[in-house]
């Protein structure tokens, strides 16, 4: 297999590709608000939104597995000891595909009880295109993995532009239960070329057997524990608001805030992802040969092209932010000032965690990370527990939410500045 991003020429491809994708992404993510706004009955918005956070919580059962599993096959790829890693990849995706299916189950009959007459169908099968990204992020990290980072950033970019043509159809007349079941064959087609791509590249995935999934999780359990524990304190730290805010504020009403905040923060990590993906093949290679300098001058650049779009966000956002959040949510929400530099604090530290976070995780530094996230946990209990006690307004909790934020931002750089020193040849790395 063939590195495409080896090349000078390549690395600019690549960021050209992965600036596309931003670009997708962006656009639906805050183009879904938009038309959602205006396709559901008046008032249901915020309930899709909660639908929304309760999806993202079953992609928390990856629980960082993607990373380890994308750890452990990039070692032995950059070590030419692929074998066992096809299995391994096998086995979680079918994994991935039962957690995905069981999730739906249960979900069913609290969303036809709880919607609508009329959406309750469609309601389902936005919820099923929601967690359907769960063995679509193993499938993306294994193709990276294996130096097909462009290859699959490539389909990920025809994939998001497809389902921005779905969505922009709502505008024009297709019902809800249209997009949801164009978006689901849509990732059904997706996953299935992926599949065909690693196939092609000579990584050949089989189907994985449903009765060793016990023992493929024991067989697996010291990375399963150290990724997970990571993982389940990271995805709570970024989406614990969406459980707290209607009790702390009577209400989901201010889950309409909050949730477009998020979209702000996974417009940077998407952002910086960008240089992060572009970078981590030569970083990982420059930690396995125990290039130390090396390690460091990839951060150096991921920060530079990083802070292009944290800059040009961080002023759209307190310039023109008022008017354009009105126009996109029919005013139901106001997004004051105050929040909007909340936003602006929190995109520059997603990107100093991001950076230092990316490469951690890429080369297995997992009880590291997990001691941040602990720390940056009990924070964020105590913005609750300060909230509650104290009265404080939404806004206020917002802010003092960045603030927790930005001092694990810092822990993570202060954690990479030390072990990213510690740059070893090949299997050695992770013992």
């Known amino acids: 297999m063939s590195d495409m991003t080896a090349r000078p020429s390549g690395h600019l491809w690549f960021l050209a590709l992965k600036g596309v994708n931003l670009a997708l ?158 978006s689901l064959a849509g990732w059904v087609v997706a996953m299935a070329a992926a599949w065909l791509l690693l196939r092609r590249h000579g990584f050949h995935v089989r189907p994985g057997r449903f009765g060793r999934m016990l023992a493929f999780l024991g067989e697996n359990r010291d990375g399963v524990m150290k990724s997970g524990k990571f993982t389940a304190l990271e995805f709570a730290i970024y989406n614990f608001p969406y459980l707290a805010i209607p009790f702390l504020f009577h209400g989901p009403a201010n889950l309409v805030g909050f949730d477009l905040f998020n979209k702000v923060a996974r417009f940077g990590g998407a952002a910086y992802s960008v240089p992060a993906e572009a970078f981590t093949p030569q970083q990982t290679r420059a930690y396995y040969a125990g290039d130390v300098e090396g390690v460091k001058r990839y951060q150096r650049m991921t920060w530079a092209v990083g802070a292009v779009p944290m800059v040009i966000g961080s002023v759209l ?51 590291e990370v997990s001691r941040v996230a602990t720390v940056t946990a009990c924070l964020m209990l105590g913005v609750v527990v300060a909230t509650a006690l104290f009265g404080l307004s939404f806004v206020d909790f917002m802010v003092l939410y960045v603030l927790a934020y930005g001092v694990h931002a810092v822990l993570f750089e202060a954690s990479f500045r030390r072990l990213s020193g510690r740059a070893r040849h090949g299997m050695e790395a992770l013992a």
């Open 25 to 182: 992404l962006i656009a639906y993510s805050f183009g879904m608000v938009f038309v959602l706004v205006r396709s559901v009955p008046p008032g249901f918005y915020p309930w899709m939104v909660m639908l929304s956070s309760i999806g993202g919580y079953v992609l928390a059962v990856d629980l960082g597995f993607s990373n380890y599993v994308y750890s452990v096959v990039r070692r032995r790829f950059l070590t030419d000891a692929l074998t066992g890693a096809e299995e391994l990849v096998a086995e979680a995706t079918s994994l991935y595909l039962a957690i995905a299916a069981l999730a739906c189950a249960i979900a069913a009959p609290v969303v036809f009880t709880l919607a609508p007459a009329g959406l309750r169908l469609a309601m389902f099968g936005y919820f099923a295109s929601i967690v359907l990204p769960l063995p679509w992020m193993l499938i993306r990290r294994t193709a990276a993995a294996v130096d097909l980072h462009f290859q699959i950033e490539a389909l990920e970019c025809i994939r998001r532009a497809v389902f921005c043509g779905f969505g922009a159809a709502m505008l024009f007349g297709l019902p809800l239960i249209g997009f949801v079941g164009l």
């Open 317 to 367: 956002l307190i310039s023109l932010g008022g008017p354009v959040f009105d126009a996109l949510l029919a005013g139901i929400h106001a997004i004051p000032l105050v929040l909007r530099c909340a936003m602006a604090a929190m995109l520059a530290a997603l990107l100093l965690q991001s950076s230092a976070g990316g490469f951690l995780l890429s080369v297995g530094h997992y009880d």
